[in-house]
């Protein structure tokens, strides 16, 4: 099949549509907070939202409170680990996405969720199938750190290094 062909033959990609029609793609902010820092954990923070709506501090400061409580209980088990959490604003939901490095070059996340709408509390987000990871807003903070850790590896991995590595944020848009 020649490339003209190819090209002409698309028409099976219509039935793949995951796009409503009247969906408005727009950036949103990234700003780097307050770490969580704790004497097992070093976890960056970035705050994801669209400009004109900030997440307020009332709101940061309980999600910084709710994960420190789930590090107590040991509801959220992290030790000597380092890594960043996403507080990303979506409308009336908030999702704390908590990412640390293990085995060397492997991601591993912990979410949470928060609804105003309903209730003000974080709740753990059950996976029992196939789930939601990374929306694209939040895929360009993962995507930083993802090359910060990539230098960090690449580095002597001392002291100096892992300064940088938590000095390293994003900051912008996405």
């Not at 950036?27 to 307050?34: N, R």
């Not at 400061?61 to 380092?82: G, I, K, P, V």
């Not at 999702?95 to 490095?101: A, D, E, F, K, R």
């Amino acid at each position: 099949m020649s490339e003209i062909e190819a090209r002409q033959n698309i028409s099976y990609l219509r039935t793949f549509e995951q796009v409503a029609p009247d969906y408005q793609h727009r950036q949103k902010s990234v700003s780097p907070g307050a770490g969580l820092v704790t004497s097992k954990v070093y976890l960056k923070w970035y705050d994801i939202y669209h400009e004109e709506s900030p997440i307020s501090s009332d709101l940061v400061s309980d999600a910084h409170s709710f994960l420190l409580s789930e590090m107590e209980t040991r509801a959220l088990q992290l030790n000597n680990e380092l890594g960043f959490v996403i507080h990303h604003q979506c409308s009336n939901i908030y999702i704390l996405y908590v990412c640390t490095w293990r085995n060397e070059n492997e991601l591993w996340e912990t979410l949470y969720h928060k609804d105003l709408a309903r209730d003000d509390k974080f709740h753990a987000f059950e996976r029992r199938s196939t789930t939601p990871t990374f929306c694209v807003w939040v895929l360009g903070a993962v995507w930083h750190e993802q090359q910060a850790w990539t230098r960090y590896l690449y580095s002597e991995r001392n002291d100096g290094a892992k300064y940088a590595y938590v000095q390293d944020q994003l900051t912008g848009f996405v």
